[in-house]
């Protein structure tokens, strides 16, 4: 079986939404929503993770689901798209998901025993001097199934939003470097919290698919260096269990006079203050599924992909990151 899958940080699509869920139908909203809607429709994806959905009330008289849903009817989807999404996360950003409600299943999976349970406080060593640290995710990862028509499990799905490294408040370098090294260590034991939920999934004989916005690279800063880890890496997994590594969708990103070459995004360095290119969405799939043409809708860079140029100007302007896409196939169904 194969599957077109894609992941996409919309940036803050709960401003699309009136406070009763219902969608913005006037104003610069109701324009990004329409950009969101023609490159959904152009991706014509399977399964699409949402990084800053909608959010969700902890009454449940508003989710993410109940939106993506009214948004899908309002700017005139495919009908058979549907949404889900888990855990209300404590802000205001949702990890959620679209799917094709005609050709699989997809279903809310959390793990329900006191081990490994995104919702709740979690010990890890980040810092390899055999003493834990309490952890909690920010925004609990979702947990989800895929399962052809028929019952088959195609995958385990996990849709990460990993602790942010950005500092957003005025400090001197000397508080920088702590707040750095505090806000890696939470990115590190975030993912290492992910992996080993992977582990079990991959124990019990199920694949894996990890897809997000990570906030991290793989070994591409100075931070990378000076911990002689990077968060992405940790996800991957230990070279001491190849059958359990993850790999990504997409080729190894190169270093250019603009940053690194594919990039989901941009920021302004703190200290510069030029705008480099980054790589920090990620798609990862298990050894047993295999991923074909996986690749960033980067408009500035993929100038021969017709698809991508077609959708431009929506990607220029529908988020401040641009998605990740890919068609993966499981063998075994």
Not at 49 to 65: C, F, N, Q, R, Y
Not at 260 to 273: G, Q, V
Not at 296 to 303: A, I, M, R, T
Request: hydrophobic fraction near 35%.
């Amino acid at each position: 079986m194969k599957l077109k899958i894609g992941v996409y940080n919309v940036e803050w699509m709960r401003k699309l939404f009136n406070s009763d869920g219902t969608p913005k139908t006037t104003g610069k909203e109701f324009e990004r929503s329409q950009q969101l809607a023609t490159l959904i429709n152009t991706m014509n994806l399977d399964f699409l993770g949402i990084v800053e959905g909608p959010d969700t009330l902890s009454d449940g008289s508003k989710t993410a689901s109940m939106q993506l849903n009214n948004w899908v009817t309002e700017f005139g989807l495919n009908s058979n798209l549907k949404g889900i999404h888990g855990t209300p996360s404590r802000g205001q950003q949702e990890l959620c998901a679209l799917y094709d409600s005609a050709k699989i299943n997809v279903e809310f999976t959390p793990t329900t025993s006191k081990k490994n349970q995104f919702d709740q406080p979690f010990l890890v060593d980040t810092t390899n001097k055999l003493i834990k640290e309490q952890y909690k995710h920010y925004r609990p990862p979702l947990e989800l199934t895929i399962k052809n028509l028929t019952g088959d499990e195609f995958s385990k799905v996990i849709v990460a939003h990993t602790k942010s490294k950005g500092i957003f408040t005025a400090v001197d370098y000397a508080k920088f470097e702590q707040i750095s090294a505090r806000d890696r260590m939470r990115l590190f034991a975030e993912c290492m919290s992910i992996r080993s939920k992977c582990n079990d999934y991959l124990e019990n004989g199920s694949e894996v698919i990890v897809m997000g916005d990570i906030n991290d690279g793989i070994g591409m800063d100075f931070y990378e260096n000076k911990f002689s880890k990077s968060a992405v890496e940790l996800l991957l997994g230990d070279v001491w269990e190849p059958n359990k590594i993850l790999t990504s969708i997409i080729t190894k990103p190169k270093w250019t006079s603009y940053g690194w070459k594919p990039s989901s995004s941009k920021f302004k360095d703190r200290i510069t203050e030029d705008r480099v290119n980054v790589l920090i969405d990620h798609v990862l799939v298990s050894k047993s599924l295999t991923s074909l043409n996986g690749k960033v809708w980067n408009p500035y860079e993929q100038k021969d992909d017709l698809d991508i140029q077609s959708v431009k100007q929506e990607l220029k302007f529908a988020s401040d990151h641009f998605p990740l896409t890919s068609e993966i196939e499981n063998p075994n169904i």
